[in-house]
């Protein structure tokens, strides 16, 4: 019966706990500058995205209020967003010629 | 998962790109061939349509539209922006000046001339930008572009040159030619998360629906600028046009009159020479 409300006890524990560790304010420190570098590089080629900065804004957010997990998660995603406008406006500095009429 | 969140939209960016017509373009810059390309195209995907019924935009593109435009016309929702912008434009500054001392013919008249090549500064001034620069430069301080009274000014100053043709010149100067091909460039570059370039819409899609609205073709689609949009309630200039445009593809726009939309305005306009200015004018 002990065991059983100890294992009960671990299993209610486990469930409130979030799903990964959370992130420490290392981890969140280096993935907002690789996020805020790469959205630098997109801005230097006039090509920022809207979802970028909410992205941004949003990991920020999380790391003031202490939310290490989110706001890695957010940083990470604004990162990833960063750098497919990049590719895209590296892409177009040609690509664009394309769709000329002629 | 963060690496596959970054490898599913770069995936996603080159499946957009790959789907552009495998077309080239001549690197030489030649305003007059692209005039007649870019006429052609028009001309040609919409034979029925008077040349002159372009600038209509979204109202020459479906007949139903069309209809609720006429009755528009009737109490053009613009009017208001026209009353408003003559007398501002008539008004003297501080300094006892007023607008018609910086423009030619005291600016009536004159708006079919702009966007045109400084060849001073080597760079293109828009209307809006020479109304800015006219206040600046008689101590007032600078309106707001996307807002109303720059609005209402522009609007004025289109009403005046109502079934003027617009006659934009690009002159043999490497300048020029480059701010027209940076116009052209910036047309047709795809941008934003939605991939999207100016062409996208206004020519590979004229008449077609996006949600609810008809795409205007991008010949003339700037003759009857300033605008009322239905959907803001209010006058909107081309710096305002340019700038939700910018959003609606997802991208942080650039700043009103940067020197990309500067360029775009040049090239656009200048595709449009010939056809009558139009505004102020409605849109949905």
Not at chain 1, 50 to 65: N, V, Y
Not at chain 2, 69 to 85: H, K, S, T, V
Not at chain 2, 117 to 129: A, C, H, M, P, Q
Request: aromatic share 10%.
């Amino acid at each position: 019966m002990r065991a059983f409300f100890v294992a009960a006890s671990l299993i209610v524990i486990a469930a409130a706990m979030p799903a990964r560790a959370a992130g420490s304010k290392a981890d969140v420190d280096a993935a907002l500058k690789a996020a805020q570098d790469a959205e630098n590089a997109a801005g230097a080629l006039k090509n920022r995205w809207i979802p970028t900065e909410q992205a941004l804004a949003a990991a920020k957010k999380a790391a003031s209020a202490g939310d290490f997990d989110t706001a890695v998660k957010e940083a990470n995603r604004a990162e990833a967003l960063a750098r497919a406008s990049i590719v895209q406006a590296k892409e177009q500095e040609t690509a664009w010629k394309a769709l000329v009429i002629h | 998962m963060r690496n596959s969140c970054t490898a599913l939209v770069i995936v996603a960016v080159f499946l957009a790109i790959a789907g552009a017509p495998p077309v080239t373009a001549d690197d030489a810059t030649n305003p007059e061939a692209t005039f007649k390309a870019f006429r052609a195209y028009f001309t040609k995907k919409f034979p029925k349509l008077a040349l002159n019924d372009f600038v209509n935009g979204p109202y020459s593109m479906d007949a139903d539209l069309r209809k609720q435009w006429q009755q528009i016309e009737e109490l053009p929702p613009y009017d208001f922006a026209i009353e408003r912008g003559k007398d501002m434009f008539a008004a003297a500054f501080k300094n006892g000046k007023s607008y018609g001392d910086c423009f030619p013919d005291k600016g009536i008249g004159i708006r079919q001339n702009y966007p045109y090549f400084d060849e001073k500064s080597g760079e293109v001034i828009t209307l809006e930008l020479a109304l800015n620069r006219c206040r600046e430069a008689n101590g007032e301080a600078l309106f707001s572009y996307v807002k109303d009274e720059m609005a209402s000014l522009t609007a004025y100053m289109a009403f005046t040159s109502r079934g003027k043709p617009f006659d934009i010149k690009v002159p043999n100067d490497p300048r020029a030619l480059a701010a027209f091909r940076n116009g052209e460039r910036y047309f047709y570059t795809r941008r934003g998360q939605l991939n999207f370039s100016c062409a996208s819409c206004h020519v590979q899609n004229p008449g077609n629906h996006i949600r609810t609205e008809v795409l205007a073709p991008a010949l003339g689609i700037l003759n009857a600028m300033p605008i009322y949009r239905s959907e803001w309630n209010s006058m909107g200039t081309i710096s305002r046009r340019f700038v939700t445009c910018n959003s609606q593809t997802r991208g942080v726009p650039l700043e009103p009159q940067d020197e990309e939309f500067r360029d775009v305005e040049y090239f656009l306009s200048y595709m449009a020479n010939g056809l009558p200015i139009s505004g102020p004018a409605a849109r949905p």
